[in-house]
């Protein structure tokens, strides 16, 4: 799979359903990774201005050694912020290494990060009943309302489009409260985020690139969470599979040969976490983080902060993670890097989560 400089798609072996920019950069060998831990907690602030609510206490959490932990649904409370897990500092290897099947070459060279500050970062993607509480208190209009929609699955699923009746209240598949929000820009998230921090008085933001990475291999250094086989996924992820592929049987593509019992989004925490507590951090949606697209992981700063772009240019690409519901299999990995304009890329298989400074 290869795309030139400049084409605006794909990452979409069986669906199309997401648009990223794939470059090409060069290889670069494996380093091995580091495990760090995820501990203590921090509470609401002490005092509270009259017109901020408090948010949602932070949960304890402790590394454990295996991979894996059980579904928990989470338990997010529209407007009060979402459940969040403390991320202690640590090192990590970032990025893929070269014999990684379905790596794209963005994905490199590995690079040694130290995760300088804690942080604390959403268990959950931020549902369709957080975002509501934003739009109702707001009157706030996402960017695929305004302007031409969303893009979303065609209905043989072999295609995506752009639908102008398609947004984040309707993305043509069924939504609860419970699911993750989907057919949102970059800058609706950041717009959410901004809102929250108002209302909380906490700073809530996307992740960094480095962040994201760091909590979602949780010590791993395999390609995903479990491991490497992504066709024993289907109790960690909700990827393409084989729910998908009896719903869209003419479309090709790749699927994993297992069942996760879900076609479209599933509700946020169905699945199993991973060893820092955290859920669907690979597949259900891609997960906007705060970074400008550096072709490489050369630009990624070593401290683990964001890389806002080369200095006095505005930032055309944001950066995506950790794969979707209609995306390949292959593209449910930690180290997959996807890039999308933060405008107008809107799509049903695409959310974020929060992170908050400590
Ligand atoms: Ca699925
Ligand atoms: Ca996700």
Redesign the pocket.
Known sequence: MEFAEGDLVTGCYPLCAVRILIWIISLALGLGGVPASAQEVSSPPPTQPANQVRPQAIVKRVATVPPTLPAVPCTNAPGLGPEMIVIEAGRFVMGSPSNEAGRLEQEGPQREIVVVRPFAIARC?TTVAEFRAFVVATGYVTQAEAGDGCYVVSEAGTDIEQRKDRHWRDPGFPQTDAH?VVCVSWNDAVAYAEWLSRRTGQIYRLPTEAEWEYTARAGSAASRFWGDDLNAGCDFANAADQALKRHYPTSKGSFATCDDGTIYTAPVGRFKRNAFGLS????????WVRDCSADTLESVPAAGTAWEGPPGENCAWRVVR???WGGGPEDVRSAIRGRSAPSVATNSDL?FRLARNL
């Open positions: 993607e993750p669907d951090m690979l597949g259900n949606v891609w997960e950790g794969g979707g959310g």
